[in-house]
DNA sequence: CTACCACTTACAGCTATTGTAAGGTTTATG
DNA sequence: CATAAACCTTACAATAGCTGTAAGTGGTAG
């Protein structure tokens, strides 16, 4: 479920907004006081803030730039209407988007999803099986403490062998997937790359091994699952 | 502040644990009700995960293993002192950690922080500007929703005009960081680079821009700050 | 205007990756 | 235990992307 962190003085319009996003699916919370809100939110790690600039003492606009630095997840701001967001802009505060309250709860949600799911694609590109995890932009497999580039080829094979964990994958899919043709021309190709990345799985003291089921395809085993 | 996650149906230990953790500086809490222990588990995000796998009717066991195919933090297993740690790994659970309970809350802190540690090293690779985030391994580039891998050249100029956001960098600085002397042979290498990398990030759309400060160096300036 | 700093494009050497080739090892089976 | 099929490994050459050099253009301060 996706976190969302609600930040707003009133206590009426920050109960309603809660429930909004409960409604939806959401698990919203918001702090009730305002000593270290940054720390607070940042302590939830949540998917998106929505934080309300209007707060007492311009603390708003502060917290808005703080958090932006270090923010790994967007955030929205509500104003009030007549704040003009040119002026918002002016003060680089550059927030992820922008809504004027009040606001009917559907835009307000539909905001939000379009900003979750744009911060969602930088996550997708990250496969994940017990401690082992795959970047598919840049091959980058992290198990523990060790990590490994790998090349595109060896890249690619990983991939499959851990989107279909803990299935064998048989030798056809596993050219459809990489070479793109089932008629592997040659069949040593994928033997030799299976070679390749065994190797660089072993060099680096990975606990995974790629294990090979006779006439049947290849597995991928995880150590500590 | 890292957060640790307590799994433990005893009520008194629980809050025992919790309190040692909140002492060392963590922030801990644990379920008091075991109803969707796992939701609960993987909602808070937790660095680390403390579970006692000698839970009511055994359900311990499949937690620890159903968690450990899908977490990204670390688990650390607590166990009555009677049942072996043989049993466990024959079980299949492979936990990053064990420890027999009751034990001295220094050995348990202890533990926990060099989990932590281990962990955190794949995290250490990524730097970050607001919502610009850089992985010094693969020297891939996210901004919001789009990606760029840098070649290494301008990779290490990127990291170091990260490193040192906001303030501008000096040439001096750079050819010392990225080739490794300051008594820059070709002063045009640099220069050639940064139309590179300039490109790249035009080109990607990222609102990322390098200014150039004449006779001083170069900073960056990230959209949306 | 001019000297200096900054920018851009083209090119050639180098390195990592990839597929091919050839030969070795393991495993199932009669 | 002999044989064939499946699987594994190493070496090599072609290729593609990265890097620095060269050479020339554009902009700015004094």
């Known amino acids: 479920m996706q976190r969302i962190v609600i930040v707003e003085d009133d206590i009426y319009l920050r109960e309603e907004l809660i429930h909004t996003f409960q409604k939806a699916g959401y698990d919203a919370a918001g702090p009730a006081s305002f000593e270290n809100v940054e720390e607070k939110v940042t302590a939830l790690c949540p998917d998106l803030a929505v934080l309300d600039v209007n707060l007492p003492g311009k603390s708003g606009y502060e917290l808005c730039k703080s958090l932006k630095i270090k923010?790994?997840?967007?955030?929205?701001?509500?104003?009030?209407?007549?704040t003009l967001s040119d002026e918002l802009t002016a003060l680089g505060l550059g927030a992820d988007d922008f809504l004027t309250k009040p606001c009917h709860p559907r835009r307000l949600i539909a905001r939000a999803e379009r900003l979750l799911q744009t911060y969602d694609k930088g996550?997708?590109?990250?496969?994940?099986?017990g401690r082992l995890s795959l970047?598919?932009?840049?091959?980058?497999?992290?198990?523990?403490?060790?990590?490994l580039i790998l090349a595109e080829t060896e890249g690619k094979i990983m991939k499959l062998l851990i989107e279909r964990y803990p299935d064998t994958v048989s030798k056809s899919d596993l050219f459809s997937?990489?070479?793109?043709?089932?008629?592997?021309v040659d069949e040593n190709i994928l033997q030799v790359n299976m070679s390749r990345l065994r190797k660089n799985l072993s060099e680096t003291g990975m606990e995974v091994v790629i294990r090979n089921i006779r006439g049947k395809g290849y597995v991928l085993e995880v150590g500590g699952i």
């Open 177 to 184: 997937a990489v070479w793109g043709t089932e008629e592997f």
């Open 71 to 82: 923010a790994s997840f967007p955030i929205l701001i509500l104003t009030a209407r007549d």
């Open 123 to 129: 996550l997708r590109a990250m496969l994940r099986v």
């Open 135 to 147: 970047d598919t932009d840049t091959y980058k497999l992290v198990c523990a403490d060790r990590f």
